[in-house]
């Protein structure tokens, strides 16, 4: 191949001196490496334990998040399998090591975001529409989907391999490259847009909890509601108690201090699901009223979730991605001022290592009471 052709299908940069350099997909540097094995260290059994908890966990009946709580540990691991490629290659330096990175590097981090967007619509579903969330969100549906979902993923990310538009080297080739930048860039959006709307709709339930029409007891009316429900399906006041307890399910798993005397809770007829589990959802539901003291608190809880999900995507995600369009659009002006930073590239490319292998499997763990009681001991 002359250098023409090379300058068409490889990602290249003029450093500072002039010189056109080429983009290697394996940075062997010591330190990044040493900074590899010390986060696999750290993260590995992270991930694994919440795994191993999970699976504990799921067993008889696992719950939709816990699902998509796999499928993300699942991501985070895949990651691992291209460290461990990395640390071949700076022993062994050859070329298939080499190509067995380019086919699989993008696939875990790509995976990740898309399984925390799952995650993230799957809760919004399940407090939007907590009835049919209830009925329709089996363990086998959403299993398919996230294995069908997840090759539909890794087909886009490899189409120019398996269709043959650019040859599987050992170099930075720019289509596949374009290709990742894009995907990665719907994802990251994707994420950052569900976290706001998933917390726009956590405090309109927790407004409608207030709402004198939900929090009355008076027999009549949930006679009406019953009525309601049997021939338009479950009335608003019947979502809203439903969401509810999904929240406060969720908070106690979460350890908010929500006293007993803070939460009012009454029996209240909710419509019957029709699904293979019938016997495990019961036709009368809680009617939950919270005071204004555990209301704040999840409120603050709801916040400090869309903030520990929106701020690790900008500070870790983020940066990689828009080093990666800086670079491609040095490629396609040959701009010699792009040199200065290149050298960043291998660096923010280690955010994408901290947040899949330590970050996620931390906040997990540190939020989950459950997990947490099971780790300290």
């Not at 080429?22 to 330190?31: E, K, L, Q, R």
């Not at 067993?59 to 796999?70: E, S, V």
């Not at 803070?262 to 005071?291: M, R, Y």
């Not at 701020?311 to 040095?330: W, Y």
Request: with cysteine; proline share 4%.
């Amino acid at each position: 191949m002359n250098n023409s052709d090379e300058d068409d299908c490889c990602v290249f940069f003029i450093d500072a001196n002039g010189t056109k350099q080429y983009f290697h997909p394996i940075n062997v540097d010591a330190g990044i490496i040493v900074a590899k094995v010390i986060s696999s260290f750290i993260g590995l059994p992270l991930n694994v334990f919440i795994a191993i908890n999970i699976i504990r966990l799921c067993h008889g009946h696992c719950k939709p998040r816990y699902i998509f709580l796999l499928g993300i540990i699942f991501s985070n691991l895949l990651t691992f399998v291209l460290v461990v490629i990395e640390l071949i290659y700076w022993i062994l330096r050859t070329e298939i090591v080499c190509q067995s990175y380019v086919l699989l590097a993008g696939i875990p981090y790509c995976l990740l975001l898309m399984h925390m967007s799952f995650a993230l619509c799957d809760r919004y579903v399940a407090i939007k529409y907590p009835m049919w969330h209830r009925e329709k969100m089996s363990s086998r549906f959403l299993i398919g989907f996230l294995i069908s979902s997840s090759f539909f993923i890794t087909f886009l990310l490899k189409l120019v391999f398996i269709f043959q538009i650019e040859p599987l080297r050992c170099d930075a080739r720019v289509v596949h490259s374009k290709m990742g930048v894009c995907i990665v860039l719907v994802l990251l959006i994707s994420c950052i847009t569900i976290n706001f709307v998933v917390y726009r709709q956590t405090k309109f339930v927790l407004a409608q909890s207030q709402n004198p029409s939900y929090i009355t007891s008076n027999a009549a009316l949930r006679l009406a509601d019953k009525g309601k429900t049997a021939e338009n399906g479950p009335t608003n006041d019947q979502q809203i108690r439903v969401a509810m307890d999904i929240i406060m399910t969720e908070s106690n798993e979460l350890d908010i201090p929500v006293l007993d005397n803070d939460v009012q809770k009454t029996t209240t007829p909710v419509p019957e699901v029709s699904t293979t589990n019938t016997a495990s959802h019961s036709s009368c539901g809680l009617s939950i009223h919270v005071d204004n003291l555990a209301l704040s608190r999840l409120e603050l809880e709801s916040a400090r979730t869309l903030i520990a999900g929106v701020v690790s995507l900008l500070a870790l995600a983020c940066p990689p991605l828009v080093l990666n369009i800086v670079i491609h659009i040095c490629h396609i002006t040959g701009n010699i001022e792009c040199g200065g930073i290149t050298w960043l590239a291998p660096y923010f490319r280690e955010l994408l290592l901290v947040h899949a292998a330590i970050y996620n499997p931390l906040i997990w763990l540190i939020r989950n009471n459950e997990f947490r009681l099971v780790f300290r001991k």
